[in-house]
């Protein structure tokens, strides 16, 4: 399988797993500072305090990149090293960070992709309410000016939020990410505040910006066993809006799924219709983050979606729990080119935690699995394409093992291993892989595992 040149081979990140130093020159404070130190909060009670410090570290990590053949890196910006009350002061010293990275990977031959805003909500913020706050949309896009005028000569892909579902399911609704809320409320409120945050930070864009923006979506497709009854397709109708079209039909259609009153009843808020409508605005691409499918089924103890998962008997799992299912990543590509109007797509990130050795024995790390999953999941990208879809880019998740959020450091999806007592990085099996499916354009799918 060959792929088109050019085409984006690149892998992602997000500051807060990796970068640590999250106080360092002048930095302000975000919610998984406070978050962190919640006791129970996070596996283990580790934090970003040093993470894989990468802030140190950058020039070695993308020498690393560079050594592995990128051609791209998807990472983001943490909005409180620029601006640490979230508004106001800009932080010169952060920005310069930013600006530095972008300058190392371009003198590399590496793409920058950058994301604006990866969960990591200046706390000053979140004290006056955060995603809460209807002003949350200025001061979004009010930053996002600030770092499009800092560095947008040089950077030719932003996006402005990264999985909006997750920031509003886990962060408001249930519970299990910072600020660690559990309202269906503030969900509902969360949610849309997000979307216009987006569409103000897509227009700042327009006003100063000469590149390309888009947004980043996390989509698991629901799918049926069987033998499904009526109310097991209702309910993934149901878990489909929650999860998939509450982001994307605002910000492409300019209207929410009917659905959502459903699904959040007395908390859905009646939105007037032309709020609604200014959601959407036009866009450059779209990012699709994909890891796995969900065969569902009707459960009416679930919540806020009356539909749980059932576990395939022949599936392959994850450390985390996700099924192993790469013709659902072609297939959702195919739907979001279909109905959201053959849209620019990128997979802005794929990957998988799998068991890999807290050290490298004799400086290697072999990590079979995730080599399978990477082979399949790139296949599936190339079938996409045969089949119509718009794909421009592939972003491996993840360049470096980091903090898994709640899950702390008990989960590796990286490329690179990392060893977290001493910080050394050692290229898995998985990276040399993915490095000779980069040098052939995707021919090397072909090859057996390096």
Not at 24 to 43: E, F, K, V
Request: aromatic letters at 12%; charged letters at 20%; one cysteine or more.
């Amino acid at each position: 399988m060959n792929f088109p040149s050019p085409f984006l081979w690149g892998c992602a990140t997000s500051a807060y797993q990796i970068e640590g130093s999250p106080l360092a020159d002048g930095a302000g404070p975000s919610i998984w500072q406070r978050y962190s130190r919640t006791p129970g909060r996070i596996l283990g009670g580790d934090t970003g305090d040093v993470a894989c410090d990468h802030y140190r570290r950058m020039k070695e990590d993308v020498a690393l990149m560079k050594q592995l053949g990128l051609t791209a890196y998807r990472f983001s910006i943490a909005w409180g090293r620029v601006l640490p009350e979230g508004r106001g002061r800009v932080n010169a010293a952060g920005l310069d960070f930013y600006s530095r990275l972008v300058d190392e990977l371009l003198a590399a031959g590496i793409q920058p992709m950058a994301t604006l805003y990866h969960w990591d909500l200046p706390q000053a913020l979140d004290d006056r309410g955060g995603w809460l706050n209807p002003d949350v949309a200025n001061w979004f896009a009010d930053y996002a000016t600030i770092v499009y005028q800092a560095l947008d000569d040089r950077v030719p892909l932003w996006a402005t939020l990264n999985e909006p579902w997750v920031v509003a399911d886990g962060g408001y609704m249930h519970g299990v990410l910072a600020p660690g809320h559990r309202s269906a409320n503030e969900a509902a409120v969360a949610a849309h505040n997000l979307m216009r945050s987006h569409a103000e930070g897509v227009k700042a864009y327009r006003a100063v910006g000469k590149n390309k923006i888009g947004l980043v979506v996390n989509i698991e497709p629901k799918h049926l066993g069987p033998n499904a009854s009526e109310a097991d397709r209702h309910a993934a109708r149901l878990a489909d809006a929650y999860m998939n079209r509450q982001y994307l039909d605002p910000a492409l259609l300019g209207t929410y799924p009917g659905e959502l009153r459903e699904v959040f009843g007395e908390s859905w808020p009646d939105w007037p219709a032309a709020e609604v409508e200014a959601l959407k605005v036009p866009i450059d691409f779209l990012g699709l983050n994909y890891y796995t499918r969900a065969v569902v089924q009707a459960d009416a103890k679930a919540w806020p979606v009356p539909a749980s998962p059932v576990r395939q008997k022949d599936g392959i799992y994850t450390e985390t729990g996700w099924e192993l299912h790469p013709q659902s990543l072609a297939d959702t590509l195919v739907w979001m080119h279909e109905r959201y109007g053959g849209l620019p797509l990128y997979v802005t990130e794929n990957g998988a935690a799998f068991y890999d050795p807290p050290h490298a024995v004799n400086g290697q790390v072999d990590d079979p699995l995730r080599v399978h999953y990477l082979r399949t999941h790139i296949e599936a990208v190339g079938q996409a394409m045969q089949r119509g879809a718009d794909v421009r880019g592939y972003f491996a998740w993840s360049f470096l093992d980091n903090l898994e959020w709640s899950l702390g450091f008990s989960k590796r999806f990286g490329l690179v291993h990392v060893n977290f007592e001493t910080l050394e990085r050692t290229p898995k099996a998985s990276a040399r892989f993915y490095s000779q499916v980069i040098q052939t354009q995707g021919a090397a799918l072909a090859l057996d595992q390096p």
